[in-house]
């Protein structure tokens, strides 16, 4: 009986057991892990987009190959998660077709524009940062091929907060020039990375079933304070300014509290009109049509040698 069945899977996921992919599943279970996966594997390969922009005008050689490591490691981390969700039972060209439609979402960060070299530091820093911060919990989620894949991507995305904590080193102790660079970094990359971690506990739709079935293991807003928390005294050291002027430490509570998140840009950005949405799509539908002729010759090979084998 369904009742009796989805109650043995509650009790499996409380008793801390991990879904494997064969195992019975409740279809809205299936579905939740199909959207969250998807649209984080669609974040990682959009997501090299800002970055690919500075390729070229690496300051140096080293910065340069760092910033190529960090990218290519990216694309990993979308393998893999395609990988996860296609354990699902969903197939890797029918994900791609709902994000070239606009059907399925990505990390609305990566619809911002990357204007400067500093920009790479403040990915970095504060993307990568939310990132883990979001994902380290991730490792412990009751999906199995999920859980795992998190546990590789935690460790690379420590690798590019460092890189990027290191950029922005260099340019807080550098001219004033360099430095307000930095800053200008950090006034435009703070508040959309504060986004990053969803809408308000009190908005986020999804929140409960998925804490429920130990998808989330904190809230939106929890692991939102927790990036505040960490960011701020790192910003300190850095000699830079946090911009929002509500900021303030709250010795009671050990907590930084901090100003009003501008809700109506998440929400716009959300709906397609960041300022970067149209031009990402366009380049990965692009992307994928000049790639085209590869996939056709790796089908092509592939019937080439099963005829062999068959012969
Ligand atoms: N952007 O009910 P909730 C990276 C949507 S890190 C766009 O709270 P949920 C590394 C949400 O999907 C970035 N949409 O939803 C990197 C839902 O809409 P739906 C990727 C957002 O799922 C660094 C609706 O709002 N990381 O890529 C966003 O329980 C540098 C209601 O929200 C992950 O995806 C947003 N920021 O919680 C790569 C982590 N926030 O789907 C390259 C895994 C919310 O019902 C360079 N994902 N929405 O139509 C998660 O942890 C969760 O999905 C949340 C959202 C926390 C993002």
């Known amino acids: 009986d369904m009742d009796e069945q989805e109650r043995e899977f509650q009790a499996r996921i409380d008793a801390g057991v991990k879904i494997e992919a064969k195992d019975w599943m409740p279809e809205a279970y299936r579905k939740t892990l199909i959207r969250q996966i998807s649209q984080h594997a669609h974040s990682e390969i959009v997501g090299q987009l800002p970055e690919g922009n500075w390729v070229t005008r690496a300051p140096t050689l080293k910065r340069k190959s760092i910033l190529l490591a960090k990218i290519q490691d990216e694309a990993g981390h979308g393998l893999y998660l395609y990988s996860a969700a296609e354990t699902l039972g969903v197939s890797r060209d ?46 412990r989620c009751s999906y199995g091929p999920y859980a795992r894949a998190m546990i590789r991507v935690c460790k690379e995305e420590s690798f590019h907060a460092r890189q990027g904590y290191d950029i922005m080193m260099s340019l807080a102790q550098g001219t004033p020039e360099q430095k307000a660079m930095a800053q200008d970094a950090l006034n435009r990359w703070w508040w959309p990375s504060l986004m990053m971690f969803g809408p308000s506990d009190a908005e986020s739709v999804n929140s ?63 709906k ?23 996939r056709d010759a790796l089908v092509a090979y592939a019937d080439k040698k099963s005829a062999r084998a068959a012969a």
Request: glycine share 8%; net charge negative.
């Open 272 to 294: 397609g009109n960041g300022p970067c949405n149209r031009e990402r799509l366009r380049t990965r539908v692009k992307a994928y049509d000049d790639g085209a002729w590869f």
């Open 94 to 139: 029918e994900l791609l077709a709902a994000l070239h439609s606009g059907k399925a979402k990505y990390s609305s960060i990566f619809n911002y524009p990357t204007l400067s070299w500093a920009d790479m530091g403040a990915i970095g820093w504060l993307v990568d940062g939310s990132a883990i911060i979001n994902q380290i919990p991730l490792c």
């Open 208 to 270: 409960a079933q998925s804490a429920q079935w130990r998808i989330k293991l904190f809230s939106n807003d929890e692991l939102r304070q927790r990036m505040v928390d960490q960011t701020v005294p790192q910003a300190e050291y850095l000699g830079l300014t946090v911009p929002d002027p509500d900021l303030k430490f709250n010795a009671e509570t050990g907590h930084y509290e901090f100003g009003e998140i501008d809700w109506s840009e998440f929400q716009n950005v959300l």
